[in-house]
């Protein structure tokens, strides 16, 4: 799924000869450094660097891996997924277990003011609270948040800024297919993301790598509008692999008055919003509901 050489001529691409020490002079035919400067640069030979990039020489030592890392201008993300990449043939990772503890789910149900749901390396939903549901408007629990952004309308819609969320889950994959190269079901999903959807496939060429473990989630919900939440990431302590996601608002503005509102619909319809249940529209509840 990912490959050192596809790898180090991406990131090759993208350096300013200029920012690198390369005096200008001349057209250049290729875009970033030439394959002779990176080993010139790093203090290998050019025949060895052309073998890492045709994936030929398949196990560079950590004093080349820090040299390319310096020269190419990695940021410790990207570093750490050229390390992996290096390592790959020397040692196959297994994928985490995936396994839902039950006593998790109760953890879950504990979170009640802000949307919360568990995920696996490759962004399917084990579990999530009644907030999460509400939020996505459906059942968390077989949502692939990959999928949803990419191949669904509502996905689409939902995410006020999806160029952005785009970009986090195309990186967030690359790292995950660093990981666990041999994961049959993650080589599925990019396949599937790549035959349905034209910006994956682009995004996925450039072979960005990110690794978000907090930050601005702005959503547009159907019933309440805009919300603009914090996303915090959790790894959870255990070889499940999977992480926890909580998405707060800050106290007092106008996202956590929308949260409460949305709580507050998803209880007047019983709690069927998300569930699959023949129920009325939340919204119609209630304003057909006696004052």
Known sequence: MDDLAGFLRTRRSRV????AGIPAGGRRRVQGLRREEVAHLSGVSVDYYVRLEQGRATQPSEQVLDALARVLGLDDTERGHLYRLARQRRRKAKPPTGRLRPELTRVLDLITD???LIVDHRLDAAAGNRLAELLYGRPVKGLNTARHIFLEETGRGLYADWDRCTLDVVGHLRLAAGKYPED??????????AMG??????LWARADVRARTHGRK???HPLVGELELHQENFALPDESGMELLVLSAAPGSPSADALRLLAGLGADAGGAVGRGDAA????EA??????
């Open 16 to 19: 300013d000869p200029a920012g």
């Open 114 to 116: 802000a949307p919360a």
């Open 184 to 193: 049959p079901r993650l080589a599925s999903l990019i396949g599937e993301l």
């Open 197 to 202: 959807s034209e910006r994956f496939r682009r």
């Open 218 to 220: 702005a959503y547009r």
């Open 280 to 283: 009325e529209d939340p919204l």
């Open 286 to 291: 209630s304003r057909s509901r006696p004052i």
